[in-house]
C-alpha cells in the first residue's frame, strides 16, 4: 500500500543545531510504514522549483498514528520543509522502499547511526525494543551539539557515542569505536547502518572480515521514487539496483567491497 | 461523444492526455498512485532488443524549475518486455503505445516485426531521440537520411499507428519533421529532452555520472512550444506535444501551438494526479469557450 495524499504537520519540534522533527497526522503512512522505508515529500505544491521530492526515512510512527520526521537542511529543499509550520499540509506519497529485515530471535542487534543516519535508526531501534530485544546503539556525530535524543537513547538502550571533534565522548568515527566494543558481549551479532559514504566505507572491512551480515540505508538522487524510472539507480554487485524499489536498505558488502 | 475525446488515425482517446515515455516504466509501479484508466493513454519506457544496464550513476540531478537525467534507456529489453511487463498493459483499459529504441536501424524493425503482433497496443512511438545512449538514439533523429530511412523501414513492417518521437537538438526541426512525415509517420511526437549538462563547482566534476543528459521539466516549457510550432507549420500530419508541462493551463497551450494531444513527463514525479486534476479543468475551459470540443483549438494560436 503506497497513500499519495496531502498530509497536515501536527507536531513540530527544532532541535539542536537546527535539525527539525516534523510529525504528520498521515494514518495511511502509519498503518504500513516500516522501519528503512521512506517517504517522498513535495516541497511545495505552488512553485515549479524545487520541482523534485525528497526522499525521507520515516523517523518515528507513534501509537496515536503520527508519523515523524528528522530533517537536517542543507539545500533549498530541505529547508523549505523544514519551514514548514504546525497545520501546513503537504503531499507525502509513500511508504516506500524495502525495510530493514527484523533479526533472528537469538541475535543481538547492532545498530550504527552516523550523523542524520539516527533519523530511520531511530525507528528500527523502538521497534526492537517493543520485539524485546536489547540492541547496542553506536552514534557518532560531527560535534556534540549534533547529537540527538541524547537523554532519550541513554535511557533506553546501550549506547556508544563518538565526536569528530572530540568535544563529547570518544574523538573519531563511530566506526572505530565497534571493534573494541563488540566483543565485550557474546553471542550473535547483526548489524543495521545509517549515515554519511565515508562511514560505509570504514565498516566494510571490520564486517566483511568477521563476516558480519550489516543492513545499510543507501541513498541516491530520486525522480519517481517508486521504481519505475530507474533514477536512482546504485551499482551493487549484482549490477544496477533502484534505490527506491530494490532498496534503500541493501547489504553493506553488495555496495562496498573491500578496498 | 465527450469533448475531451479526440481521433487520432483509426485510434480514439478518451482525452488529449497521455503519459511520457520513461516517466511511469510500463505501468505497474504507478497502479496504485494515480487511475490509469482515465488518461487518454500511456507511453511505455522504450525497449531495446536486448537488456540495457543504464548509465553511470547519479542518473538524475534537479536544476532551476526541472531536471536532468541521463539514465540511458535502462530497460528489460524486448524479450523480458514480452514474458514480464506486457501483462499488465495487457489489462489496462486505455490506449498503450509502445515506445522502441534501437542502436541500429536493424534492431529497430527487428523489435517492431516482434510486437507487431499483439494487439493490446495501437501506437508504435519510435524513439530516435534520446540524448543518453552513445550509439543510435539521438544520431537517428539529427540526421535527415537516417530519420527516412528508420522510419520507412519500420513503415514497411508494421500497421500500427506510427508516430515519430523527435528531438530539439537540431538546427532545423521542420525538416527532419517533414522527412518522417514523407517516410510514413502518421504524427510527430515532441520533444524529447534538451541536451544539457551540471557541474559541481566544489569537486570540479559533472553532477552525471554521464557527464551530459537530457534537460526536461517547466524549464524548458517555452522552448518546446516553439519547437511544436514550427513543427505544425512545417507538416500536415498531427503533433503530440510535450515538454515541461506542469497544469491543465499548459495543456491548453501545447494545443494552441498545434498539438493534438500531449504528453506528461517529468512534472508527474512532482504530482502524479496532474493528468486527473486536468480533466475537469479542461471540460470546464470547453465549456467556458463556448467550444463543442477541445480539438478545435489545435494550431489556433492568434497571430495579428
Ligand atoms: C532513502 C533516503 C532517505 C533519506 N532520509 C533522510 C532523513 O531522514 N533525513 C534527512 O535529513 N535527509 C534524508 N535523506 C537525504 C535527503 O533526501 C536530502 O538531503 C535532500 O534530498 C536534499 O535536498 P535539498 O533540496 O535540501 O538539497 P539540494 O539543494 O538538492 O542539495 C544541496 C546539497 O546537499 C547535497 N545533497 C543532496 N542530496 C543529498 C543526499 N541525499 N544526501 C546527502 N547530501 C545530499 C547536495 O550534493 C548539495 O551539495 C534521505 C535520502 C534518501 C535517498
Ligand atoms: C527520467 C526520464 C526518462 C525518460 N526516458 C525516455 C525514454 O525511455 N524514451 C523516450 O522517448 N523519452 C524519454 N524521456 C523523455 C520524456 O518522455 C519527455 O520527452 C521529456 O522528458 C520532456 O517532457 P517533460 O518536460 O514533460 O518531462 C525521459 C524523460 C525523463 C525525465
Ligand atoms: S526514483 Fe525512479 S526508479 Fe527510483
Redesign the pocket.
Known sequence: MIANLKYRIIKKVVHNSGVVELGFDAPEIADYGLPGQFVNIQVSEKLPHPFLRRPISIHDITVNGEVCFLIKKVGTGTKMICDSEIGDELSLIGPSGKPFTMPNANCTPVLIAGGIGIAPIYFLLNRLLNEGFEPLLFYGAGTSSEILKKKELISSCKVYFATDDGSFAKQGMVSELLPQHIFENSGEFCFYACGPQPMFKSLAPFMKSHNFPCEISAEENM?CGIGA?Y?CSLKTKDGYKRVCKDGPIFELSDIFEEQ | MSILETKLGPVIFRNPILL????VGFGEEYRELIDLERVGGIVT??ISLLPRPGNKPPRIVETPCG?L?S?G?ENPGLERFLTEKKQFLETLKTNVVI?I?GSSIEDYVEITRAIEPLDFFSVLEI?I??PNVREGGILFGKDPHLTESVVSRIRAVSGKELWV?LTPNVTDIGLIARVAEEAGADALAL???FEGMAIDINTGKPKLGNVIG?L??PA?KPLAIKKIWDVYQAVNIPIVG????CCWQDIVEFMLAGAQLV?????LFANPKLPIIAIPKLEEFVVGKGLNSLNEIVGKVIID
Open positions: 525522480a524510472c533514477g | 511520457a515515455s520513461g516517466i519506457k522504450s531536471m537525467n539514465i534507456l515506445s529504441a524513439n531521440s534520446c518521437k520533444v524529447n529532452t537530457g526536461s521539466g524548458i510535450m515538454g515541461g508541462i504528453q506528461i513527463g517529468s512534472a
